[in-house]
């Protein structure tokens, strides 16, 4: 049965290896992500904030400005949800003087 | 129980350590323009500085850093801050959210833009840091050892 687990494993990285194999290299330009038309013909959107994240924002670090500007409103939300944790943890977990007593 | 756990080295370790992770941590948020980071690691970074404290030295030592009634009204101070941008942004003119017509005097928009990431990034910073001690706090109440 170990044997099995095993061999079940090295045959799922042996998969997950092979599949890796082929995909493209980080960064080269030629990727199909990057390109202006998809293979379809339709224009890739990402096409946009490749080409001009740096002149709207002086900002190099393309993640931050898609995070920060582009994407403003959905940094927001998951700002909120955070805090919504925290107040779920205060009204959860904080016990209440009143009950202690 | 009181004494079971206290350590000096441990603690000297974490006193040590706790600075040089705080500084870390503010640089994560401000260099994120430049580098990979930003307000949500450099946020969980001045957690951890905040907590290794709070975990070596116990409640008591903590007050001296960050008292506990506080970490609420930062939370609230972080999700105000990015709000606020948004808001001003939008009372000066522009949409929600659009750095572009923040009231500061004499800056081109792109670099409006770019002091408008920066604010967004410490306000998200400050609310992660503190919901995070918020919630350690809120678990160990009235179970911590020193």
């Known amino acids: 049965m170990k044997a099995l687990k095993i061999l079940i494993l090295v045959l799922f990285a042996g998969i997950l290896i092979y599949a890796s194999s082929d995909l493209p290299f980080r960064g080269d330009p030629d990727n199909l992500m990057h390109a202006e038309e998809s293979i379809t013909g339709t224009t890739v959107k990402g096409n946009y904030f490749i080409q001009n994240a740096y002149r709207d924002t002086r900002t190099p670090n393309m993640v931050t400005v898609v995070l920060g500007d582009y994407r403003s409103i959905d940094t927001f939300g998951e700002q909120v949800v955070i805090y919504t944790a925290g107040l779920i943890t205060l009204l959860v977990l904080r016990r209440s003087r009143r009950r202690g007593k | ?146």
């Open chain 2, 1 to 146: 129980m009181r004494d079971q756990f206290q350590s000096p080295i441990v603690l000297l370790g974490a006193r040590l350590l706790s600075p040089y992770i705080m500084v870390f941590g503010w640089y994560v948020i401000i260099h994120g323009h430049y580098s990979p980071g930003g307000g949500f690691q450099g946020g969980a970074l001045l957690a951890a500085s905040l907590l290794l404290i709070r975990v070596a030295g116990g409640s008591k030592l903590a007050e001296l850093q960050i008292q506990e009634f506080a970490t609420t009204p930062l939370a609230v101070i972080g999700v105000v801050i990015y709000f606020a941008t948004g808001l001003v942004a939008m009372a000066a003119g522009g949409y929600f959210l659009d750095y572009e017509a923040l009231p500061i005097p004499g800056v081109e928009p792109d670099w409006l833009r770019y002091i408008g990431i920066l604010i967004i990034e410490v306000g998200i910073g400050l609310a992660v840091m503190a919901i995070l001690v918020m919630i350690y706090d809120n678990m160990v109440r009235g179970e911590d050892y020193a």
